[in-house]
């Protein structure tokens, strides 16, 4: 069910719409509820504690996983170890950079404007200074969700995951958004 009219103004997941560039972008996600929002902040409690480990966890399996997503790291780049890369302090920045811009749209959920904005401010820095092709956002998004589930099994069930999953969908429609505002040509690819 693809929604091609404008949504309603906010109280929306995580801001409105963006017309014309509709066309190239992912089905949006439907908006979370009160009571998803509220599980993602408390799982997320859970998570923020130990963010750092967490977010080198998540940067270590993706590159190792996804190799090629190292060709935009000068920093680490040639580096195949995941214990060299565990060391790395390029690496460990990078992971808190990451995990607290997720911090930043989870604090923020009940204020779509705000997060949206913030997601367009990494998907533009990603498409116009670092060239990250747009899907890597989505690997990366299950690559964070994969950790999260292994890492915190008693808060991540089933049911949380779902949510957790409703909640990646959307940040990837946001980022992908603000590609194609910048003129991105491909917005997805069959790389995953």
């Not at 998803?36 to 504690?49: N, P, S």
């Not at 997601?119 to 498409?127: T, Y």
Request: with cysteine; hydrophobic share 35%.
């Amino acid at each position: 069910m693809s929604r091609r009219e404008s949504p309603p103004p906010p109280p929306q997941l995580l801001g409105g719409q963006r017309g014309e560039c509709e066309e190239e972008r992912p089905e949006r996600a439907e908006p979370l509820s009160d009571a998803e929002r509220e599980i993602i902040q408390d799982t997320w409690g859970h998570v923020y504690k130990n963010c750092e480990d967490v977010g080198v966890s998540v940067l270590i399996r993706f590159f190792v996983n996804f190799p090629s997503a190292k060709q935009y790291f000068s920093q680490f780049r040639e580096m195949e170890d995941p214990e060299e890369m565990e060391q790395s302090s390029q690496l460990r920045q990078h992971a808190c950079r990451v995990m607290n811009a997720l911090n930043t749209v989870v604090e923020n959920l009940n204020d779509p404007e705000k997060v949206s904005s913030v997601l367009a401010l990494v998907g533009k820095a990603h498409a116009l200074k670092h060239k990250v092709e747009p899907i890597y956002f989505k690997i990366l998004s299950g690559v964070i969700l994969e950790v999260l589930s292994e890492d915190y099994p008693e808060c991540f069930t089933a049911e949380v995951q779902l949510v957790w999953t409703k909640l990646m969908g959307a940040l990837y429609w946001h980022v992908t958004g603000a590609y194609t505002e910048v003129g991105w040509l491909q917005v997805s690819s069959s790389a995953v």
